[in-house]
């Protein structure tokens, strides 16, 4: 059983920054991947980042150099540091885990989610 509530979300001009924080509570000893997905409005759930079990990251296309995932040692909380933003990274996103050793951006790979936080991105 994992928990996972995000926050970090807000409004900010293109351009600027944000560091979204997901608190997870997990089974520490088991092998745990999370991720960051995110929804726009009559759009797809999609992956954004992903961090395994040994700390390997992969990021999609559409924000690979602007967004970071990390997390602290002990995997309490996620991070997503997003960068560079642009309107089109206005969207619902949310923290996902599984007990998995590899990560990957498909949801359907995931079976924890938290509820979301929403970022709003003006041109």
């Known amino acids: 059983q994992v928990q996972l509530v995000e926050s970090g979300g807000g409004s900010v001009q293109a351009g600027g920054s944000l560091r979204l924080s997901c608190a997870a509570s997990?089974?520490?000893?088991?092998?745990?991947?999370m991720a960051w997905f995110r929804q726009a409005p009559g759009k797809e759930r999609e992956g954004v980042a992903t961090?395994?079990?040994?700390?390997?990251?992969t990021y999609a296309d559409s924000v690979k150099g602007r967004f970071t995932i990390s997390q602290d040692n002990s995997k309490n909380t996620l991070y997503l540091q997003m960068n560079s933003l642009k309107p089109e990274d206005t969207a619902m996103y949310y923290c996902?885990?599984?007990?998995?050793?590899?990560?990957?951006?498909?949801?359907?790979?995931?079976?924890?989610w938290g509820k979301g936080t929403l970022v709003t991105i003006s041109s």
């Open positions: 997990a089974y520490a000893y088991a092998p745990l991947s």
């Open positions: 996902a885990a599984a007990y998995t050793y590899w990560a990957s951006l498909s949801p359907a790979d995931y079976n924890y």
């Open positions: 961090i395994d079990n040994d700390a390997g990251t």
